[in-house]
């Protein structure tokens, strides 16, 4: 599966934003998917996770309640909606595709076998 990522772009903390992850390939629902995160001097974060139904998700703290990560099978992406930006929320955002099933696992990228180029998020304070 190939990932392309989009929907970067500067905003202002408090604003909101939604990424956009288009997958290509004929097995989609096949993959578990991610997204996450590298702000500049940082090492890669997990940010969010969903199943390959879209029925589970995970995300990290710094995220919950303000990010949402969902999926459409029939048009193979993924979205990440965040809103209510941080400073802190800055970084190259990733999405990435895990040919197994969602499981608490998900949340390292070793997990992953697929990756999109990143897409940058910068929130001004």
């Known amino acids: 599966v190939q990932l392309q990522a989009s929907g970067g772009g500067m905003v202002q903390a408090g604003d909101s934003l939604r990424l956009f992850c288009t997958a290509s390939g004929r097995t989609f629902n096949n993959y578990s998917m991610g997204w996450f995160r590298q702000g500049p001097g940082k090492e890669r974060e997990f940010v969010a996770a969903i199943s390959r139904s879209g029925g589970s998700t995970y995300y990290a703290d710094s995220v919950k309640g303000r990010f949402t990560i969902s999926r459409d099978n029939a048009k193979k992406m993924v979205y990440l909606q965040m809103n209510s930006l941080k400073a802190e929320d800055t970084a190259v955002y990733y999405c990435?595709?895990?040919?197994?099933?969602?499981?608490?696992?998900?949340?390292?990228?070793?997990?992953?076998?697929?990756w999109g180029q990143g897409t940058q998020v910068t929130v001004s304070s």
């Open positions: 990435a595709a895990d040919r197994t099933i969602l499981t608490h696992t998900s949340i390292s990228s070793s997990s992953y076998q697929y």
